[in-house]
């Protein structure tokens, strides 16, 4: 398969590399940051009779780390996954001069073709930042 | 029943309610008083012949005789001085504040998956009540089916790597929420925990102050005033089981275990937790000491049932951590490395067997 036809299906990686795995990786992020926002209520949650620490609090404390970071690793494969198809993505154009211009074509002025109806809807925002407890 | 917190102020000042009344019923009421006296002739005898005193710290007065009534009003007072301070150590911060921790994990929750079906929070016990996913995100499940419909073409060995890895993590994410909902739901028992000891601190000065106030109008020949404290801590960790499945939960959130072998969600493991228990003390006696025996009996049995529910909380955590770090390999998912080592791989090795192109 080469030139428009190979595009469109170029198109249809690029669409993962740059919607999806981004949709993916910001749903992640806001996991990870949403479960780190917990670490600042939980001194109140877990305090105990006589201005002690109740038990739980560091078996708790810890999962949610875990959690945290699992979150926030996740959001960051998935952002690395979409580099490799990008990759793909371009070693191909590089090699198909008139797949690649039919690429280009159809992705100028900022448009993104052939999305999905629920894709539509996936974020475009900015990813937001992931936190990791650094004493995973 | 509705939750009401009684904050540090409110203790410190029902403790020393209570303590005013011990010592004025005890300066007021002949057998109190005599018993008083009694005690405190008893306690001189102590401090002057080097022994331990039952008031800690107390040393025979300098001048008059211990049970006169400015010594004994001293006596007393030292005696029951203590008390503001038990009540004062059980204050906690008012658990409904940490409302958000719990609204920000049933949403992380929802963001995975919608199907917490659970109504509206409307008990002492929390139940989750934000089912809503996190703004601006889109559910996993949606964007792994979408990106599939994308890939339909491309075959290859790390065309087919790249697709098991988005099924490996839409289960990885199953996975994730069960954790996510474990976190809720130790916090829920956590908090609850907090309520019920708030509650019961303040039930067992109330029917003390009661108990004594019932002195007040005793003559001599009457009976003992008494007053029965209902302590409800020991059912805390059961009622937020209970509140979760009666909140509609069912088996989808809170109850299910999940789907790995030997791996059962915290929910499971509570699932034998003993059934909603209240406990009955009685505070009363005839003069004021029986009572304030009681209120002691009643502190101790508060803090005893809540090592206790503190105790089944953490081996609940426990069992469950250590499930979940023996199978952390299919919590998080590492892209295969038949499609990360394409990352820098030319056109041949794409287009080759071994890489990703079109059917």
Known sequence: MEGWQFAAELSQLRVVSRVDLPALSHAYASMNQAVDRTAGQEGGAFAAPGGGVAPAHGLWSSLRDDLQNILGRTATNMLDAGVVLEHIVDTYAAADAAAASSLEAAWAGGQTPGLLEAEERFTREVLPPVVLKTDD | MAFTYHGPDQLQQLGEKIRDKAISVTMDQAASYAAAQQAAV????????????????????????????????AYVAQAYAGIPAMFASFALPNPDDCRPMLDALYAVAA????DLTMTSRNSSVAAPDAVAPLPGTAHVADIVDAAKLHLKEWIGNAANSFEHYLDVNARAAVLQREVTLSLALSLEAQLEINRRVNTDIWEIGQKTYKALDGLDAWCPGGNASKASALLTIGGAIAAVIFAGATAGAGTAALAAAVSVEG????????????PLQEK??????????PIITGMQNAINLLTKTLDTQNQELVNGLSKFTDAFHHNWNDVLIAAPD???KLRSADRDTISGTDGMFVR
């Open chain 2, 280 to 289: 009955k003390v009685d505070i009363g006696g005839r003069t004021v000491p």
């Open chain 2, 42 to 73: 008893n306690d001189a005898t102590r401090s002057d012949t080097g022994q331990v005193t039952q008031v800690p710290g107390y040393t025979t007065p300098a001048g008059g005789r211990p049970d006169d009534e400015g010594n004994l009003l």
């Open chain 2, 111 to 114: 963001t995975v998956k919608v």
């Open chain 2, 338 to 340: 038949k499609f990360t």
């Open chain 2, 263 to 274: 791996w059962q969600s915290l929910a499971t493991i509570w699932s034998n937790s003993k």
